[in-house]
């Protein structure tokens, strides 16, 4: 993965292989990509009820199970109801 630094401190988004949607603050990171979350939850997505937040906590994410990180407006994510948002949830990755 490309420099994670510009990351640290800021509140992430990080999809993983098995499908799941993690959103924390980036605490630290190291050479294997590696990350820490703190303050993390698991979103979880469904097509019946919105999005369920399941709190983690502080979270340590193996880096060779991350397909995206992506830092999250903190404003225009607070401005959502995430009790109306329907979606599928994400499949896992096959190779």
Excluded at 32 to 39: A, G, H, T, Y
Excluded at 68 to 88: H, M, N, W, Y
């Amino acid at each position: 993965m490309a420099s994670l630094q510009g990351y640290v401190d800021h509140r992430v988004l990080l999809i993983l292989q098995d499908g799941r949607a993690i959103v924390g603050v980036m605490a630290g990171y190291d050479q294997k990509s590696n990350v820490v979350l703190s303050d993390s939850k698991e979103r979880v997505y469904s097509m019946e009820e919105g999005v369920e937040e399941i709190p983690l906590g502080l979270y340590l994410v193996k880096g060779d199970q991350i397909v995206l990180i992506g830092e999250l407006d903190e404003a225009l994510d607070k401005a959502v109801d995430l009790s109306t948002v329907r979606a599928e949830p994400l499949p896992p990755i096959r190779y």
